[in-house]
T-cell receptor, first 114, second 114 residues
Framework: DAGVIQSPRHEVTEMGQEVTLRCKPI?????LFWYRQTMMRGLELLIY????????DSGMPEDRFSAKMPNASFSTLKIQPSEPRDSAVYFC????????????FGEGSRLTVL | AQSVTQLDSQVPVFEEAPVELRCNYS??????LFWYVQYPNQGLQLLLK??????LVKGINGFEAEFNKSQTSFHLRKPSVHISDTAEYFC????????????FGKGTTLSVSS
């Protein structure tokens, strides 16, 4: 069974450009999470969805960040315009009904903003 | 609100030595506790979890952790480490209530050398 799939794995862009990160959760999972990992701040929860509905977006840094989940099999995290301080690894994770904290993570999207 | 403190950012050990990675948490409500492992350039994967019952829980790869409610700790242990255990380890908590997400500590890098 396929795991959580993220794309792109690596993205290098210039400041001011729009960045779109994509995630396909595990089929049948009803919760999806976006985390950001940096050396300074560790793993930060950005936003999560239950049944495609955003539940908590308090971790989204600012209006430049937006996330959508148009259906149960796809989510996007968009940054517009991007800034160098957005450079990080962005992880998507999904959760089924196996337990409250058992998340399945994708391999991450490494974003570098020059 | 919940928080997780991993007391050591880096732990270097020699192969076949025992290791303990320390984790303390703070929460005003009951929580579930987890350890995740991240190998280089990969996403996180679940190592073990405590939901209820016995305070000593066993996970994959010979790791175990003990929940201590009075000390609000959930330390991870392995009696004899291997080179392949070199990775970053994250302690995480989630409140015992619906509609919440995992909160991670900043991680501990375990480096095993021969």
């Amino acid at each position: 069974d396929a795991g959580v799939i993220q794309s792109p794995r690596h993205e290098v862009t210039e400041m001011g450009q729009e960045v779109t990160l994509r995630c396909k959760p595990i089929s049948g999972h009803n919760s999806l999470f976006w985390y950001r990992q940096t050396m300074m701040r560790g793993l930060e929860l950005l936003i999560y969805f239950n049944n495609n509905v955003p539940i908590d977006d308090s971790g989204m840094p600012e209006d430049r960040f937006s996330a959508k989940m148009p259906n149960a099999s796809f989510s996007t995290l968009k940054i517009q315009p991007s800034e160098p301080r957005d450079s990080a690894v962005y992880f998507c994770a999904s959760r089924g009904t196996g337990g409250p904290g058992e998340l399945f993570f994708g391999e991450g999207s490494r974003l570098t903003v020059l | 609100a919940q928080s997780v403190t991993q007391l050591d950012s880096q732990v270097p050990v020699f192969e076949e030595a025992p290791v303990e990675l320390r984790c303390n948490y703070s929460s005003s409500v009951s929580v579930y506790l987890f350890w995740y492992v991240q190998y280089p350039n990969q996403g996180l994967q679940l190592l073990l979890k405590y939901l209820s019952g016995s305070t000593l829980v066993k996970g994959i790869n010979g790791f175990e952790a003990e929940f201590n409610k009075s000390q609000t700790s959930f330390h991870l242990r392995k009696p004899s480490v291997h080179i392949s255990d070199t990775a970053e380890y994250f302690c995480a908590v989630i409140p015992n209530q619906a509609g919440t997400a995992l909160i991670f500590g900043k991680g501990t890098t375990l480096s095993v050398s021969s």
